[in-house]
């Protein structure tokens, strides 16, 4: 069988749940949108239905199929409804949904409802991507509550750049929240992961921690005690010695430049590790550091391993996880540690705890 697989740790998963939520106070979604950021929503979701408050997905059917697996908590829906038809789906799954612009407020009001809707209503505080700005959300507060047909209208909003310590733009996010909202009443959610970790002001009624659950940092500079829930290993499956001056692969992009013990590693970019990673990345073969050499194909890649005389075929290898950090990659290919993970695919799933 080939050897590829990601190992998902679900103790580590509800470990970082468990921090999130402490660190917040309150009450936190855990965020499972986009298949949980690539580890299995179904699974990440029953392993912390003991634990969470709630969840949140982007859209109507990633809810569905938690609903469909047995998941009865609260389940937000960070985008809202695209048609007014999903909305009856909304009321008969009771999920909650967010309303961040006018037609979704236009939706309910000419839809029969069977049952009142959980409302939260999003506020555009500065990063303009959506929502409705301060000044405009008493009026849509408004216009919901009017529609008679929301039982709760809770109040959000979104950071542009609350991983950024330095900058200004959270404070003044929360300002401009604050200022647009003051004495509407209903509950406020406002801190995604890096708000948890880095800005305690923006801490209020529920959290909506999405990567830090699974652990990797989006404020690395500083140890926040999260632990990796995905390792991506394989093995190596053959290996080979060059000569001096032998090019290697796809393109020729690595020369020998001295004889070279070459492990070929069942892993490539069709499983979602990243074809752009330039010479010299960081994969641990056997728990020892070494380096990609040669360009990522689509379904292997090849590493050095003329320092490590005992590895072979069969030796573990990982491409990141508790050893090589995802943010380390991440930051080689010029993205980050959430693309890398939602891009993880066709390796076999496998899961702990
Ligand atoms: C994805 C998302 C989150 C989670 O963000 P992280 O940076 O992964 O913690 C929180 N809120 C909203 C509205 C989102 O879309």
């Known amino acids: 069988m080939r050897p590829a697989r990601a190992l998902i740790d679900l103790e580590a998963l509800r470990h970082n749940y468990r ?5 917040h106070g309150g009450r936190a979604f855990a965020v499972v ?12 979701a029953r392993a912390l239905a003991a634990e969470a408050d ?37 009321v008969r799954h009771q999920l909650w949904t967010v309303v961040h612009h006018d037609p979704q ?4 009001e000419s839809r029969a409802l069977s049952a009142p809707l959980h409302v ?3 506020v555009n505080s500065g990063m303009n991507r959506a929502g409705f700005l301060p000044d405009r959300v008493r009026g849509a507060w ?9 039982s709760d209208i809770a109040l959000m909003t979104h950071f542009a750049r609350a991983d950024e310590p330095d900058v200004a733009t959270t404070a003044e996010q929360i300002a401009a929240f604050d200022a647009g909202t003051r004495d509407l009443p209903g509950l406020r959610s406002l801190a995604n992961s890096s708000a948890i970790l880095g800005w305690p002001d923006a801490h209020r009624d529920w959290g909506r921690p999405g990567i830090l659950l699974y652990g990797a940092d989006p404020m690395p ?14 093995q190596i499956m053959a290996v080979r010695d060059i000569p001096a001056g032998a090019v290697l692969g796809y393109g020729g992009r690595f020369v020998a430049e001295v004889p070279t013990r070459v492990g070929l590693v069942a892993m490539g970019y069709a499983d979602g590790y990243p074809r752009s990673a330039p010479e010299g990345t960081p994969v641990a073969v056997d728990g020892k550091l070494t380096r990609l050499i040669g360009r990522v194909s689509m379904d292997m890649m090849t590493v050095d391993l003329t320092d490590l005389p005992d590895a072979g075929i069969g030796s573990r290898v990982e491409l990141w996880g508790r050893q090589i950090s995802i943010n380390r990659i991440a930051a080689g290919v010029g993205t980050i540690s959430y693309e890398l993970l939602c891009n993880v695919k066709r390796v076999r799933f496998e899961y702990l705890g």
């Open 120 to 122: 939260w209503l999003k």
């Open 221 to 234: 500079e500083e140890n926040h005690g999260l632990l990796p829930v995905m390792t991506l290993e394989s």
């Open 142 to 150: 408004q216009r919901l509550n009017d529609t008679g047909k929301v």
């Open 19 to 23: 921090l999130a939520r402490s660190r």
């Open 105 to 108: 407020i236009e939706m309910i």
């Open 54 to 90: 709630g969840f949140a997905v982007a859209f109507l059917d990633e809810a569905l199929q938690l609903r469909a697996a047995g998941i009865t908590h609260p389940i937000l829906l960070l985008e809202g409804v695209f048609d007014a038809a999903e909305l009856d789906e909304v």
């Open 33 to 44: 949108k986009a298949n949980a950021y690539g580890h299995g929503a179904v699974e990440c």
